[in-house]
């Protein structure tokens, strides 16, 4: 009698806080691309490459940004600011070396955390290229990042710096998950030959999401903060 091999169940890998950190890395460093490109390349030069990539019709958007730069510059700007704030915050050596510099720039970049969503769904309204359908996920992320900014504020004014951390890094995962925003779109044009417009309203939806899980991977790390809170409850409850 033969007998079947047994299958093993096959194990799917699962991205690791270090792959997810990249990202992370990754998804910031294209949110400072973004908007160094918004505020010092201007639309001519970027004109072409921008037709090819997400259609012809966001030549319109790029117009009403020059007709009315104030706004959408302001928004790069603080966005751009945010990268490099976080960029300091976020580094263990720089935040230990730098203390009193890390609370200041901190109440900086929160600030920046609200601003930032704040602007974009303002932006939504003053440049309403994707008309209503644009304004609806930008109030969503809004709401989502600043629930998140306002947690790690109270948590840092109460001391408790595992949540801290844990609050920060959601809203700075949602936030610079705008680069994946506007990588699916030349997607969504190309290969599901979408209209511009229908795509640019959809992509507000995508991006903040896979930030978060991201996120949340890098925070669920062994010596994380959602591990050392565990740990702190465990020995709270013995
Ligand atoms: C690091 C953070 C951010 C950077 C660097 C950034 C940068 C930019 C730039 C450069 C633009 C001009 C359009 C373009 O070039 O694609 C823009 C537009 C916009 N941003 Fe942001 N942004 C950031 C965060 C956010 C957040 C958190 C939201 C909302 C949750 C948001 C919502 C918007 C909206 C709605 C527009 C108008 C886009 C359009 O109609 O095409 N942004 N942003």
Request: hydrophobic share 50%; charged share 15%.
């Amino acid at each position: 009698m033969t007998t079947e091999p047994r299958l093993r169940p096959t194990s799917i890998p699962r991205p690791g806080p270090k792959v997810a950190r990249a990202f992370l890395i990754a998804l910031g460093l294209g949110a400072l691309g973004i908007g160094l490109n918004n505020l010092f390349v201007p639309t001519a030069l970027q004109a072409d490459s921008v037709a090819q990539l997400v259609g012809k019709a966001y030549l319109d958007q790029l117009a009403d940004f020059d007709r009315h730069p104030f706004l959408i510059r302001s928004h790069a700007a603080m966005g751009s600011l945010f990268v490099l704030a976080a960029v300091f915050q976020f580094w263990p050596a720089m935040r230990r070396r730098y203390r009193q510099t890390h609370r200041w720039v901190g109440y900086a970049g929160l600030a920046l955390l609200v601003a930032l969503p704040v602007t974009g769904v303002i932006s939504t309204i003053v440049y309403p290229f994707a008309g209503l359908a644009g304004v609806w996920p930008n109030l969503v992320w809004m709401i989502a990042i600043i629930y998140c900014a306002v947690q790690a504020f109270q948590a840092a004014r109460g001391r408790d710096f595992a949540r801290h951390e844990i609050w920060v890094t959601r809203a700075a995962g949602m936030t610079v998950g705008i680069t994946l925003s506007r990588m699916y779109g030349p997607l969504l044009v190309h290969l599901a030959h979408m209209d511009t417009r229908t795509m640019t309203a959809l992509i507000f939806w995508l991006g903040q999401g896979e930030g978060l899980i991201a996120a949340e991977i890098w925070l669920r790390r062994a010596d994380g903060p959602v591990a050392h809170l565990a740990r702190m409850k465990a020995r709270v409850r013995t």
